[in-house]
């Protein structure tokens, strides 16, 4: 009985020894693919992710991005790391090709060449493992990063083709793939700014979120959200979460920022508004929050709109310009908050455009709506542009009547004022520069109310004494007996000669630090005497305020301003190029705007009757009927000009005549007159005929373009020679 059963169990060792062989195998295909290559390049992939999630650059005036753009140029610095990834994950593909880990590896590889914006690989690797892969965890992956693919290449299509296709696997979805499928889609909506489905992803994704930092950022951009949403109670909820994780302190501080912006309660019940203040002014004595002080300010601003308090706000955005030490973005939205309150509270354009023209240098073209504020910065720069043209010329024409005198007494004014506002702008630079570098002070709102506090934690006082020092001794170096210029003529009793050596380098260093400042007699020199420069000078003006006009009517949309200034041309400039102009163009706005168009008719008909303008009011056909005179206009000159270089002379000069006298008001009177001129070139017997006819162009048609071509044949005629015959001209006589 015994034997028998030892060859039985003999028997069944010998049959199963194939199979626990091949289990053998399997499982060591297993185990070294996934210790020997899985594992060390998801570990090398998990520290890569850790990188790009600690370098994002937080924008936290916008919602903050789910993921960060894919950006070769930033994923460079982790190359080395994708690479090792690729090379590790590729082992098992080539030497264990039965292992269950091959799919996970190549997921691992397709992430790592998306991280390089290598999509057309790591998009053939995705779809090779959607199609092949029996593993539903690596499928879903697989197609959630294909998903991903495609919102960074911006192609949605292809992007619904996806969505369909993870929608039609009823296979359940594991923990991280559903996390990452939510995360993916909140990410999509946050770029496309539809931020109601972003939320509803963002909430089903973020609880499941193991990592701390990451489940804190994704609770703060809820917070956002909910705020972009109008939902303000929800949003403080979620800012209020993020307090309570233990995060970075950026992230912290910002999330209970916001939260105190965003509660629910009114500011009209003064406990509550006392308390937000009390808020933000521990916020600003914490030196942890040194750094954030620009942020505060911003929030104190945003409040004070709420109340509302313009002016208090406009405080306090100076605040956040001037104390910005590290975080240039939020630099740039105060720049860009006050531009916008100066232009559409304060209506004044001139400041405004300083300050979006600070916002544009500052900002990243990322943020919203960036193109259509580099479209405001721009015209906003013409309009301070043609501004300062306007004044510049009026200034000079004022000081072109005045007496000598009292030019004299006006431009001590201006180099005085010019002077302080240096002196005040460097001491409040270094100023601002001691309150970066010194932290160990607290910040402080200026007060023009005195006080107890030190003399030198006090800004504005620091300012007054720093300024009053330099208009007195001028710029002078930190060190002892700054008095004396050299100590040692002090120690030999020279002390005239040391003093009047310190008045010498006194007087050198306010010329340096006052070097852009002008002299009396620069500012003198710049004054138009002769008629024809003071006519010089308003024909400038003139052109500028016209093209200060049209940036109101047409870029800023200020009926009033521009009005203004069209009345401004009529008055002083009846008789201006740009007048009649300036003056249909008010006529013809007059339709949709509510003013008189008679007034603007009645101007151009009594003082421009001769305008081109006039002329389409009296004949609406005017422009159709000048256009074919035009045309046969042209005509005619082309057939004269062809009569001119065949040497037909007479002919061409009596086909000039007749379209002139037939066609009074064409546009191309100053080209047939300068046909006219080298037909007499040509004809003439002697030289002052043809200097005549030259002189007598220049004198008619003072803005035609081809002024250039009169003035160089006007050049080459021997003034000395005019009463003598053109050479080979003895027998020709002109008819």
């Not at 299509?157 to 993916?184: C, G, S, W």
């Not at 009596?654 to 007499?680: A, C, H």
Request: glycine share 2%.
């Amino acid at each position: 009985m015994t034997n028998i059963l030892n060859k039985i169990l003999l028997r069944l060792i010998i049959g199963a020894f194939p199979l626990l062989l091949l289990g053998g195998c399997q499982f060591y295909h297993d185990t070294a693919a996934h210790y020997n290559a899985y594992f060390l390049a998801n570990e090398k992939l998990k520290e890569v992710e850790q990188a790009f999630f600690e370098n994002i650059q937080n924008d936290y005036n916008d919602v903050l991005f789910v993921f960060d753009e894919i950006d070769s140029t930033r994923t460079n610095a982790q190359k080395e790391g994708m690479e090792y990834i690729i090379k590790k994950a590729s082992l098992p593909i080539k030497w264990h090709k039965g292992s269950k880990w091959i799919d996970d590896c190549y997921n691992l590889i397709a992430r790592s060449r998306l991280y390089q914006e290598d999509y057309d690989n790591a998009l053939d690797t995705y779809k090779y493992v959607y199609a092949n892969s029996e593993d539903p965890a690596e499928v879903h992956e697989a197609l959630i990063w294909m998903l991903r693919l495609f919102i960074e290449k911006d192609e949605p299509r292809n992007m619904e083709v996806v969505k369909q296709a993870i929608n039609d696997d009823t296979r359940p979805f594991n923990k991280e793939n559903t996390k990452m499928y939510h995360l993916t889609m909140a990410h999509y909506y946050r770029l496309e700014r539809n931020f109601a489905p972003a939320a509803e992803h963002l909430h089903l994704a973020a609880p499941l979120e193991e990592d701390k930092n990451r489940r804190a950022r994704y609770f703060f951009i809820l917070g956002q959200l909910y705020r972009q949403l109008n939902d303000n109670e929800k949003a403080y909820d979620y800012f209020h979460t993020v307090s309570k994780i233990n995060t970075s302190y950026d992230l912290e501080f910002v999330a209970a920022l916001n939260a105190k912006a965003v509660q629910p309660q009114e500011l009209s019940n003064p406990e509550i508004s006392e308390e937000l203040d009390k808020y933000f002014q521990k916020s600003l004595k914490d030196l942890k929050n040194w750094d954030y002080r620009d942020r505060i300010y911003y929030e104190m601003a945003k409040v004070e709109l709420k109340r509302p308090d313009l002016d208090q706000a406009l405080t306090y955005l100076n605040e956040s310009i001037q104390l910005s030490t590290k975080d240039q973005i939020q630099k740039g939205y105060s720049y860009l908050l006050t531009g916008q309150l100066y232009y559409t509270e304060k209506t004044n354009y001139v400041k405004s455009a300083a300050y979006y023209d600070s916002a544009i240098q500052t900002l990243p073209k990322t943020i919203p709506d960036y193109e259509q504020v580099a479209t405001r910065a721009d015209y906003l720069k013409d309009l301070a542009k043609f501004t300062s043209i306007i004044e510049e010329k009026d200034r000079l024409l004022k000081l072109s009547q005045m007496s000598p005198e009292e030019q004299q007494s006006i431009f001590e004014q201006e180099i005085t004022s010019e002077k302080e506002s240096i002196i005040q702008q460097q001491e409040y630079d270094k100023i601002n520069e001691g309150r970066r570098n010194l932290k160990m002070v607290t910040s402080e709102l200026p007060s023009t109310k005195g006080g107890n506090s030190w003399y030198f934690y006090n800004a504005t006082a620091s300012v007054a004494g720093s300024s009053a020092f330099l208009r007195t001794w001028g710029s002078r170096p930190l060190e002892d007996n700054w008095r004396r210029s050299r100590k040692q003529k002090v120690e030999t009793n020279n002390l005239k000669e040391a003093l009047a050596q310190d008045e010498q380098q006194r007087k050198a260093a306010e010329e340096d630090v006052f070097a852009s400042v002008k002299s009396v007699e620069q500012r003198q020199a710049e004054i138009p005497t002769s008629p024809e420069d003071i006519q010089q000078i308003r024909n400038e003006l003139e052109e500028a305020l016209f093209s200060l006009m049209k940036v109101y009517i047409y870029k800023i949309k200020s009926y009033p301003d521009a009005e203004q200034i069209c009345q401004r041309l009529i008055n002083e400039f009846d008789k201006g190029v740009y007048t009649p102009e300036a003056v249909y163009i008010f006529y013809t706005l007059c339709k949709d705007q509510n003013c008189d168009q008679e007034i603007y008719k009645n101007v151009l008909l009594e003082q421009h009757p001769e305008s081109f303008y006039a002329k389409i009011i009296i004949n609406p056909q005017y422009v159709s009927q000048n256009n074919l005179m035009n045309r046969a206009a042209e005509k005619n000159y082309e057939r004269a000009y062809r009569l001119y270089k065949s040497g037909n002379y007479e002919n061409a000069q009596r086909l000039i005549e007749e379209t002139l006298v037939r066609y009074p008001t064409n546009g191309l009177k100053d080209k047939f007159q300068m046909l006219e001129v080298l037909i007499v070139g040509q004809t003439a017997i002697f030289f002052k005929e043809y200097h005549q006819a030259i002189s007598d162009f220049i004198e008619k048609n003072p803005e035609s373009e081809l002024m250039p071509i009169a003035n160089s044949l006007l050049e080459q005629v021997d003034t000395n020679a005019l009463d003598k015959r053109i050479p080979g001209r003895y027998h020709y006589e002109r008819q």
